[in-house]
């Protein structure tokens, strides 16, 4: 009896790893049963599993699409100033900004393929580059290679001024900075970092403004006797923590010193029914906390939301790349779009957004995981994408 009838069909297929957990066929997404160094290899495929057997020569780049673009560092500048990553690069490093091509794969990512036949404008666009001359006066320079001209001044501006940028929050202005040299691509570089201050002085104002709203109604409660003067204080940041503010309870409903005076007999009502609630609360979440835990176990639970996100990220046509448990019930996931790395804080279990890692001007709690890449991509394609959380 054929045992592969029990234990599934093996098949043998020379793919592309570029890293993770995953590798792409033509037609579907495999786990790799154990990490490798990125490159091509013979993978053993059972199921939705790939085990990589041994290295490989690249196979099936013939029939896909060819993109052509100039190199800049480990990225391919294309038409539209749009720089992806260039994966499997060969061991010796091409020329800067040296002409080349590469092949679509199946799952979007672009591998390296070959050098393409130069003119004079590579030789004149890295003699500017190595001088610090502008591209202003050369003739016959594509648009995709001064894009690459662009992104690699800004490079060395970043470097200089220690000011991190991605390159799709500046690819509207880099075909300016090839024109306009280094003064132009540390003017881009200083209005990055003025958007990014102006986006977290407004993040701070709106936390002042909720902190003040919650005091606000705090103070409201208090004095409508609907909460103590330890809760009040304690939510709104003041000195009682948990076990100060329950002695505070304790001492009140038996006739001692309050703070803040003698509790009258409204209070002391208020403050057995804010106990009495209290309990009740407590007892409900320990209650769920012990059902969820008995349904699925913790462990299965985080695998869950990271299961979540990841199929959440590939809906949207993004790819995740990592999941870190954070407190609060909340991830900090790192996924991969349009060529770029982001990071984004979600709720563990609805994933909707608390910090996007990009500048949405508070409408953070607005989008989802699934729906945050599209806005990412408007504001790509926009000009307006300003990067918060730093991969």
């Not at 970092?193 to 909720?210: S, Y």
């Not at 001692?256 to 509790?263: D, E, K």
Request: one cysteine or more; aromatic letters at 4%.
């Amino acid at each position: 009896m054929d045992y592969r009838k029990f234990l599934g069909k093996v098949e043998s297929a020379v793919l592309p790893y570029l890293g993770g957990g995953t590798v792409d066929a033509p037609s579907r997404r495999l786990r790799v049963a154990t990490p490798v160094r990125p490159g091509w290899w013979r993978f053993e495929v059972q199921g939705r599993v790939a085990t990589a057997r041994e290295p490989a020569g690249p196979e099936g780049l013939d029939g896909l699409p060819r993109v052509r673009g100039h190199v800049w560092g480990s990225r391919l500048v294309r038409e539209g100033a749009v720089a992806e990553p260039l994966e499997l690069m060969p061991e010796e490093e091409p020329p800067r900004l040296a002409l080349v091509s590469a092949r679509r794969w199946h799952d979007g990512s672009l591998l390296f393929d070959g050098l393409e036949f130069e003119g004079e404008a590579e030789d004149a666009a890295r003699r500017a580059l190595e001088e610090g001359q502008s591209l202003s006066s050369a003739k016959g320079v594509s648009a995709a290679l001064r894009a690459a001209f662009g992104y690699a001044l800004l490079e060395g501006a970043s470097r200089a001024l220690a000011i991190r940028f991605a390159p799709a929050e500046v690819r509207a202005r880099v075909l300016d900075v090839a024109e306009g040299g280094r003064e132009k691509a540390e003017a881009c570089l200083r209005h990055l970092v003025a958007e990014r201050e102006a986006h977290l002085r407004a993040r701070a104002a709106r936390e002042a403004r909720t902190q003040e709203e919650r005091e606000a109604a705090l103070a409201r409660e208090y004095a409508a006797g609907l909460v103590s003067e330890a809760q009040r204080r304690a939510a709104a940041g003041g000195a009682y923590p948990a076990d100060t503010m329950a002695e505070a309870q304790r001492r009140a409903l038996a006739g001692g010193a309050y703070p803040g005076g003698t509790m009258s007999e409204a209070q002391r009502r208020a403050l057995e029914r804010d106990a009495a609630a209290g309990r009740a609360h407590t007892a409900q979440v320990v209650a769920e906390a012990l059902r969820q835990s008995a349904r699925h176990g913790r462990r299965g639970t985080q695998e869950d939301s990271v299961e979540r996100a990841e199929r959440a990220l590939q809906s949207a046509g993004a790819r995740l790349r990592d999941v870190r448990r954070l407190g609060g019930n909340r991830l900090e996931v790192t996924y991969a779009f349009m060529g770029e790395r982001f990071i984004s804080i979600v709720d563990a279990h609805s994933l909707q957004v608390v910090d996007a890692g990009v500048c949405l001007a508070g409408a953070d709690s607005e989008v989802t995981l699934e729906s945050l890449p599209s806005v990412i991509r408007e504001a790509i394609d926009t000009g307006v994408l300003v990067i918060t959380r730093h991969a």
